[in-house]
């Protein structure tokens, strides 16, 4: 059975398992719950860069899924290495991390890349990060769960869409209850004023809960989103899975974690609620 070994541990996150779950521990305690959340989590909206710089705000959208009743997640990340027309997904075996093993779900990976638009591609797959960072959080919030890890290629709102759809459909074919995690960074290497400004404008965006408004968002240059098509075909897929608002949990910025502030990546979680 196939094992996706992890291609950045001992770089974005530690390699050895004790001082991951300790520093994944500590954000998660440091996270301040100013209100409690009601409402059905359907899923998150995560960042993806190294912990120190986005682990703090990461780790508000996990916190809520210690609660969640779900059997598996649908892990949804842009690629960082190529464009292209669709999607790649593992059909079948494991993600690995420090903290062991997750199972791919067979069931809905192998039906996915019988569909147009997804195939799996290792060479997109493989050196991925922005997935890859999202599954030690999930080890830690959840037990007993497997994943569908899908890697975009595309910023085109149909075809994201498409994909989105296609997901859902294969989902709740299967009657599984499955959440949804989408994984972006925001503004890249602006002042720190300018980002919050820029990553102001997603957040109103992402706040409409419409695709189509996120996308012209992005397009028009207003905000910025590495993880655009993620974004695009997730929500489209939360809809589905009955999501119908996004709360906005936390944003901050490197400049207010591990990083100076001339130059900063901006962070967002927020949750998808029903």
Aim: charged share 25%.
């Amino acid at each position: 059975m196939y094992i996706r070994k992890p291609s950045v541990a001992g770089a974005f996150y530690p390699s050895d398992a004790e001082k991951l779950r300790k520093m994944i521990n500590g954000f998660l305690a440091a996270v301040d719950e100013k209100e409690k959340i009601t409402d059905k989590v359907v899923g998150i909206v995560s960042p993806h860069a190294g912990y120190i710089y986005s682990g703090p705000v990461a780790a508000y959208g996990f916190k809520l899924l210690k609660d969640a009743p779900y059997k598996g997640y649908v892990v949804i990340s842009p690629s960082h290495r190529a464009r292209f027309n669709g999607a790649s997904v593992l059909p079948e075996g494991f993600y690995s991390t420090p903290l062991g093993n997750v199972e791919v779900d067979s069931d809905i990976g192998k039906a996915l890349t019988l569909k147009n638009l997804f195939a799996y591609i290792p060479e997109i797959d493989q050196p991925e990060h922005s997935l890859e960072v999202q599954i030690p959080f999930l080890q830690l919030v959840c037990s007993d769960f497997k994943i569908v890890p899908v890697v975009i290629g595309t910023t085109d709102l149909n075809l994201c869409s498409e994909i989105g759809n296609l997901i859902a459909d294969e989902v709740l074919s299967a009657n599984k209850d499955y959440g949804v995690i989408i994984s972006t960074d925001l503004s890249h290497y602006y002042s720190y004023e300018t980002a919050k400004r820029i990553d102001g404008e997603f957040a109103r965006a992402l706040s409409l809960f419409d695709e189509k408004a996120i996308d012209q968002a992005i397009k028009s240059k207003k905000a910025e989103a590495c993880g655009e098509g993620a974004v695009l075909s997730g929500i489209v897929l939360a809809k589905r899975l009955g999501a119908s608002k996004a709360k906005i949990l936390k944003y901050a910025n490197s400049g207010d974690t591990a990083g100076p502030k001339n130059e900063v990546v901006g962070y967002i979680s927020a949750a998808l609620l029903a």
